[in-house]
């Protein structure tokens, strides 16, 4: 039972900490431009891709660090030369926009790398047990991915509170006029802003691609998800993002486990139901079958009772 525990703990940090490395480059975006970009997930299978293609050349280090600036770079141009142009056609046509650029970066990725799971590994210098917990090991590349996911996070939060461009950021978030009338390029803030969120989800991509499984399917996978971390932490926090990526983490992970059904429950308490009834199935199912929708369940609640997030700024 403490093997389990402590495990789940671990898996609930690494698989939160690689949702946050999602969801904080899609909160900074909508924060910013008020555009929820359904792309977003894209970029993260692009710098999967990108890595396992870099790495296959010349090693996972220098994937490290050109997959994400590919794929930062990508973003921008997609902020300058797509999102912009249909800027002012209202919030629709942007939708709509990211919505045909997530099937185009799809088709792409087919048409280019096949249908197939790509053969990514992880580094031969990080593929081995750093250490033992009771009986299962705790691999060097776990802890690295979450050495780098903290990391991250401790960086964007400084570089957004504590650095003059985070403070130009932040003013052209709510006083665009007064920026611009300063001397900023506000358009030029966007991009920047909408490159660097596309390329922490390629670092993200880079990092979870050999964790989890590089193939097309990826982003269908990890988008539904990503939003619920950003509706659940709130729309454009950041440090509600993280929280809600933990919370959202440690859900999934836990129900794996528990094997544990209504009925038994129930049966603790002395009520026994019958196993023949209309909703015999519903008694019988149990909390690890559960997993994958418990979070859009959290999601349901939260809307109902905090529908700003747990750290959403509420109307005045």
Do not use: C
Request: proline share 3%; aromatic share 12%; no cysteine.
């Amino acid at each position: 039972m403490l093997e389990y525990i402590v495990f789940s703990i671990i898996n609930s940090l690494l698989y939160g900490m690689l949702l946050f490395m999602l969801s904080s480059g899609l909160t900074l975006i909508f924060s910013m431009m008020g555009v929820l970009n359904f792309a977003h997930a894209s970029f993260f299978m692009l710098g999967a891709y990108f890595a396992y293609q870099i790495s296959f050349f010349v090693g996972f280090w220098p994937a490290l660090i050109v997959a994400p600036l590919i794929v930062g770079v990508l973003g921008a141009g997609v902020e300058r030369y797509g999102l912009r142009t249909v800027h002012k056609y209202g919030h629709v046509a942007e939708l709509l926009f990211t919505v045909g650029l997530a099937y185009l970066i799809e088709e792409s990725v087919n048409l280019i790398w096949g249908r197939s799971a790509m053969d990514y590994r992880i580094p031969e210098i990080l593929d081995f047990p750093l250490l033992t917990l009771f009986t299962t090991d705790l691999s060097a590349y776990r802890v690295f991915m979450l050495v780098i996911s903290v990391g991250m996070f401790v960086v964007l939060f400084m570089v957004l509170t504590r650095t003059r461009i985070g403070l130009i950021i932040q003013a052209a978030l709510t006083h665009p006029d007064g920026v611009s009338a300063l001397g900023h390029n506000v358009p030029g803030v966007f991009m920047l802003v909408f490159g660097g969120g596309s390329a922490l989800a390629g670092l993200a991509g880079v990092l979870g691609g050999n964790y989890l499984i590089t193939e097309p399917a990826m982003a269908a996978q990890l988008g539904p998800i990503v939003f619920v971390v950003v509706v659940v932490g709130g729309m454009g926090s950041l440090t509600g993002a993280f929280v809600a990526s933990l919370l959202l983490g440690a859900l999934q992970t836990f129900a794996v486990g528990i094997e544990f059904s209504l009925s038994d429950l129930l049966a603790l308490f002395g009520v026994t139901l019958d196993s023949s009834g209309l909703l015999r199935d519903i008694w019988r199912i149990q909390v690890s079958h559960t997993g994958p929708i418990l979070p859009y369940f959290f999601l349901v609640l939260m809307l109902m009772f905090r529908p700003k997030g747990l750290m959403g700024k509420r109307e005045s």
